[in-house]
């Protein structure tokens, strides 16, 4: 049985006509490298359950103040070729990335453990947990440094933090692997395959009802808790030890985000081309602009030029607004708790990059972090991926445990964002912490033991 507390399934893969009518936009995920990269959804029929992934022509595109832009494809060697002077290095670089991802994926996503490829792993390991701005010395030219710097702020920290360069290579690899598609008809569409299938299988969902207490819940052998650590404490915190306890007590959140859909009469006129066929584009120029953007939000700041990460589902899937109309989404990091609106320095970074987009707004949504919280209680001070996955936190969410999963009370499992393999749309968090169930309860074998 599974418990929602909001009206609907999803979570962080809900879609609603948030501006006008006609207009879907995605509440939240938009984009879905880890869903398809995930090995978890690869075992089941989703399609069958009407999920269409639609892959578009650029990953993602990166503009300069010069109107030129660096851009990720599938294709490594098409890729390198709006890398300037780093054309060759990078070709270097990501062949080598994906020829270990083709044999590590399972190994990376998932907790720590001891890997089924130890070398590649190494190979991977080292690059990983490099700084993104140390990383980046080994490029010369501005694109390829603006281009991962943008890929790496996806980690939602400051640059020089060792996990950053971890997200970014996961991210290329997912690229060059299988790309940065969005799911046909909105993020919703993945949520009600996952929902359908469960229910196939004789689950049964039940909504609008908000687990406060443990009393609430049913007798069950095992309850697992799609929340994060600070709601686990509210809710089973007198069950656990005292030791598990101060380790929830202790565990950290990190930036917030500040999100805006637009409605538009039509598609975003970036200067450059590559920014037109992308599904998603990143707004912050130099890796310098966006190192200084991170490093600033992380000292509880709010940048005049923030780091901005746009989609543009519509371009790539009509059913997202009314013929010849479209939509976009995007957020920049804000700090934790923070009520500063950003709307005003977005769609500047917009308009930096798209001369005349204002012109084209018929509509628009705003969820500052108070407003991303109050919609969906797992988005702390509107951290959306469920704490900060820096190198203290990355292996050991939400606690220092043989298993990550379970908590210090028989029966009782945390499987949100909080565990690994941490934030993002992948279902392997549920995945492994039901493994973990199912080996306790029913003495049914775990992969590897987690
Ligand atoms: C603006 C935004 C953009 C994002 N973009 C992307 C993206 O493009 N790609 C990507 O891969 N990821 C993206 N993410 C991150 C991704 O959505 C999350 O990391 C992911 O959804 C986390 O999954 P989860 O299972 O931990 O929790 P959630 O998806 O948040 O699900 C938790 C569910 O539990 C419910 N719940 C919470 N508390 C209770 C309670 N007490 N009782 C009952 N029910 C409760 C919630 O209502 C929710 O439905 C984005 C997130 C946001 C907010």
């Known amino acids: 049985m599974l418990v929602e507390a909001n009206n609907s399934i999803g979570g962080g893969m ?3 006509a948030l501006t006008l009518p006609g207009f879907i936009h995605d509440i939240c995920s938009a984009i879905h490298p880890l869903a398809v990269s995930s090995p978890f959804f690869k075992t089941i029929p989703l399609e069958q359950y009407g999920l269409e992934f639609i892959y578009p022509a650029v990953a993602a595109a990166h503009p300069f103040d010069d109107h030129t832009a660096a851009a990720l494809y599938t294709s490594i060697a098409q890729t390198a070729e709006t890398l300037g002077a780093d054309k060759f290095s990078y070709q270097d670089l990501a062949e080598a990335l994906l020829k270990d991802w083709l044999q590590i994926s399972a190994d990376v996503l998932a907790p720590l453990h001891f890997p089924k490829h130890p070398v590649g792993m190494a190979r991977f390991g080292l690059k990983a947990l490099t700084p993104a701005t140390r990383f980046a010395k080994r490029f010369h030219s501005k694109e390829a440094k603006g281009l991962w710097a943008g890929i790496a702020a996806h980690a939602l920290q400051p640059l020089s933090n060792a996990t ?5 290579l996961v991210l290329i690899a997912a690229a060059h692997s299988k790309g940065w598609p969005v799911a046909k008809g909105g993020s919703v569409a993945l949520a009600n395959a996952l929902a359908s299938y469960f229910v196939s299988l004789g689950g049964i969902i039940e909504t609008n009802f908000y687990v406060r207490s443990l009393d ?4 069950a052998h095992a309850v697992l808790f799609d929340i994060t650590p600070k709601q686990l404490l509210q809710i089973a915190g007198h069950k656990f030890s005292s030791f598990y306890k101060w380790q929830l007590q202790r565990y950290r959140y990190g930036m917030g985000v500040f999100k805006i859909d637009w409605a538009l009469d039509a598609p975003i006129p970036f200067t450059a081309v590559t920014c037109r066929q992308s599904g998603t584009v990143h707004l912050g120029n130099t890796l310098e602009e966006i190192a200084l953007s991170e490093q600033l939000t992380s000292d509880g700041k709010h940048p005049e030029k923030p780091f901005v990460l746009l989609a543009q589902p519509s371009l790539f899937d009509a059913s997202r607004a009314p013929k010849g109309k479209h939509t976009a989404w ?3 990091h804000v700090p934790n708790g923070s009520e500063v609106d950003m709307t005003d320095r977005i769609e500047k970074q917009v308009e930096r990059f798209a001369p ?5 707004i018929l509509a628009k949504h705003v969820m500052n972090t108070t407003q991303i919280e109050e919609y969906n209680p797992n988005y702390i001070g509107g951290d959306i991926v469920g704490g900060v996955a ?4 990355l292996f050991t969410r939400p606690a220092l445990r043989l298993s990550p999963y379970k ?4 029966g009782i499992y945390i499987c949100s964002s909080s565990t690994p393999p941490g934030g993002g749309v992948h279902g392997l968090c549920g995945y492994y912490a039901a493994k973990r169930a199912l080996k306790d309860v029913f003495k049914i074998p775990a992969h590897r033991g987690y």
């Open 164 to 168: 950053t360069s971890a997200t970014a």
């Open 330 to 332: 995007a957020y920049c």
């Open 390 to 393: 820096d190198i203290a936190q």
């Open 356 to 360: 005349g987009f204002r012109d084209r």
């Open 14 to 16: 809900r879609s609603a």
């Open 216 to 219: 609430q819940l049913p007798s």
């Open 407 to 410: 908590t210090s009370a028989k």
